[in-house]
């Protein structure tokens, strides 16, 4: 008797579809598109605290983030005086490009026309 059923419930289980196609048999429309994106726009003016916050998360990245690990790499490097300008402009690559990261989240191009805004 436990074999009539568990055959009868094998037949049935392989004439049921799908979950998906059983699904995509009623409905007739396809997903709404997804709303565009929002424009992104700077703040029109930076209020103190705003700056402060700006300043405290560059900070915050040249102490314990990615900027931290170049200038690390930057410092792991021998160096005499003719290789202190390069060096410097590396550093400050590494300082900048971490104010870019900041100033994008705020709304700023992350290029350097946002820095200059």
């Known amino acids: 008797m436990l074999f009539r059923h568990l055959s009868s419930a094998t037949r049935l289980l392989k004439a049921r579809p799908t979950c998906a196609t059983a ?17 992104i726009r700077p703040p029109y003016s930076l209020t103190k605290e705003m700056a402060v916050g700006i ?3 560059t900070e915050l990245f040249i102490h314990h983030g990615v900027g931290m690990q170049r200038l690390q790499d930057i410092a792991k490097e021998s160096g005499d005086s003719k290789t202190l ?17 900041v100033l994008s989240g705020v709304g700023y191009q992350p290029n350097e026309s946002g820095l200059r805004e």
């Open 23 to 39: 699904l995509s048999r009623h409905f007739s429309t396809a997903p709404p598109a997804p709303p565009p994106p929002l424009p």
């Open 55 to 57: 300043q405290n998360a």
């Open 85 to 101: 300008v390069h060096r410097w402009q590396r550093m400050m690559e590494a300082y900048l490009g971490t104010q870019v990261h």
